[in-house]
């Protein structure tokens, strides 16, 4: 067998490090940062993630066995993106509760979902977890979350 010599392999473009650049605060730089960082940034879709977790766990046909691994898959990234804000102030540690369902979402979905009806259980699991952690944040962070019952009212 003969080697062949060949362009070495291109990194992975989530393996390369790039350093952050340091900009002074209260520079014409900084601020233009911040407004670049807010232009990328999307709210939480608290509407969305409520009909989610009511197909989920409340309603009497659960998601389709096909969508299964979608809605996990949405399950996931809100719930990391809940258990960030739940963590992100260090001056102000979360309660030990809602630390118990960042590391228990983050359990239970890196868990294999599996296909079929054997799938249904953990995306349940998750989504029961992620409803308790969408309580808490509510409660302890402010966050603001509408029923239509009272969007009807206002």
Request: no cysteine; proline share 12%.
């Amino acid at each position: 067998m003969t080697v062949v010599e060949a362009a070495p392999p291109k990194p992975h473009p989530l393996s390369v490090h790039v350093p952050e650049k340091h900009v002074p605060l209260r520079t014409p730089e900084f601020y233009a940062d911040i407004v670049a960082r807010l232009r990328l940034w999307k709210p939480l879709p608290v509407g969305t993630i409520l009909d989610t977790l009511h197909q989920v766990l409340e309603s009497p046909t659960p998601p389709p066995d096909r969508e299964l691994v979608h809605v996990h898959w949405e399950l996931r990234s809100w719930h990391e993106r809940l258990s960030t804000i739940a963590t992100a102030d260090q001056r102000f540690p979360p309660p030990a509760d809602v630390l118990r369902l960042v590391n228990a979402g983050r359990a239970i979905g890196d868990e294999p979902i599996g296909d079929g009806t054997q799938a249904l259980g953990p995306v349940r699991r998750l989504a029961s977890t992620l409803s308790d952690l969408l309580d808490e944040i509510a409660r302890t962070q402010g966050l603001r979350v509408e029923d239509d019952e009272d969007q009807g009212q206002a």
